[in-house]
């Protein structure tokens, strides 16, 4: 577009048609352009092109001051089908990326929770004679039973404070499992849970009844320098073994020495604590401390070594939600050589 010598007028140049727009009379003593304009198509140069204008072509003269708008104001149905289209494909790529990368986050900070628990088992032990925390035991005092517990000391019925493995200090973030939601079947009340403890091979048999008393079994707990590979020896793991509820005391898919000393008979095939895969429907209970393979199907384990890593080969426990199962078929995996 460009303006001419002559008061009133612009050219704009078009290589097909032309439009003219010439002011009607206006009302005399009005200034330029006082009417409506007049428009014209004209499919032919006109007869004298203006000569300040360089070049040939079609010209096309316009009253000033008229605005020349684009005849299309907007995107047609497919276009903004094709758009729509294309901004679901980048978000079907994107957002299961975005969520693989949050699970991995959760995963790398469970990983965390279970190194600095392993170094507390670690102080736990070069303060106390070498051994590694009991994994349960009872005392009573008068009425009351307290129950001291690796990670939660409560009386039934009251609120819990932090057990055994951190020596009396009150706060404890790092027991609760950020990928856990449910709670802990042992002791409901706690406030944190999601891990379990390797009672098999490392905190020892659980008390069960007063000790001396017929059938009472008493917690005893190994020491640190026993343990024969404590970089392949499991301490703390993810626990599950259901939807809502996980087990505090981590067993080994079969029978271990203390386990076979202190339970006898429950251990044979058939019995509550036998084998993971007995044939004659027992290890009921045995299943129940197993681990959860839930961080992107693996299972995060602290080593007696003080490393942690994630475990992806899971041996599946019988009768368990999907997820659930052993680190090894037979007990290499938890201390047994």
């Known amino acids: 577009m460009v303006f001419s010598s002559q008061p009133g007028r612009l050219y704009h140049k078009r290589a097909d048609a032309i439009a003219l727009s010439f002011p009607s009379p206006g009302t005399p003593g009005e200034g330029r352009g006082g009417g409506d304009s007049i428009n014209v198509l004209e499919s032919n140069p006109l007869p004298n092109p203006p000569p300040d204008v360089p070049g040939e072509g079609k010209w096309v003269g316009l009253q000033l001051g008229v605005n020349v708008s684009s005849s299309r104001t907007g995107f047609t149905l497919v276009e903004l089908l094709v758009v729509i289209g294309i901004i679901v494909i980048l978000m079907s790529l994107l957002l299961p990326a975005v969520s693989r990368a949050n699970k991995e986050a959760v995963r790398v900070q469970c990983l965390s929770n279970l190194r600095q628990m392993a170094m507390a088992a670690q102080h ?47 706060d404890t973030p790092v027991q609760k499992c950020p990928a856990w939601e449910g709670r802990q079947y042992t002791n409901p009340g706690g406030l944190y849970s999601g891990y379990n403890y390797n009672v098999s091979f490392v905190g020892g048999e659980p008390q069960l009844g007063q000790l001396g008393h017929p059938g009472s079994i008493q917690c005893m707990p190994v020491h640190a320098g026993s343990v024969n590979h404590p970089s392949t020896t499991a301490l703390f793991a993810d626990a599950e073994n259901s939807v809502f509820f996980c087990n505090n005391l981590m067993r080994s898919p079969l029978p271990s020495p203390s386990e076979i000393q202190w339970l006898g008979t429950q251990t044979l095939p058939g019995g509550t604590w036998a084998a993971y895969d007995d044939a004659g429907g027992g290890g009921a209970a045995r299943c129940a401390g197993a681990q959860g393979f839930r961080h992107l199907g693996g299972c995060n384990v602290a080593y007696c070594d003080g490393h942690a890593e994630t475990v992806y080969a899971i041996v599946p426990a019988p009768n368990m939600t999907k997820g659930v199962g052993f680190l090894s078929q037979d007990n290499k995996a938890y201390g047994e050589r």
């Open 124 to 170: 736990y032990a070069s303060t106390n004679h070498g051994l590694f925390p009991a994994s349960h035991y009872v005392v009573t005092s008068g009425s009351t039973q307290i129950n001291y517990d690796w990670d939660w000391i409560y009386v039934l019925g009251q609120t819990a404070t932090p057990g055994l493995l951190w020596l009396g200090e009150h």
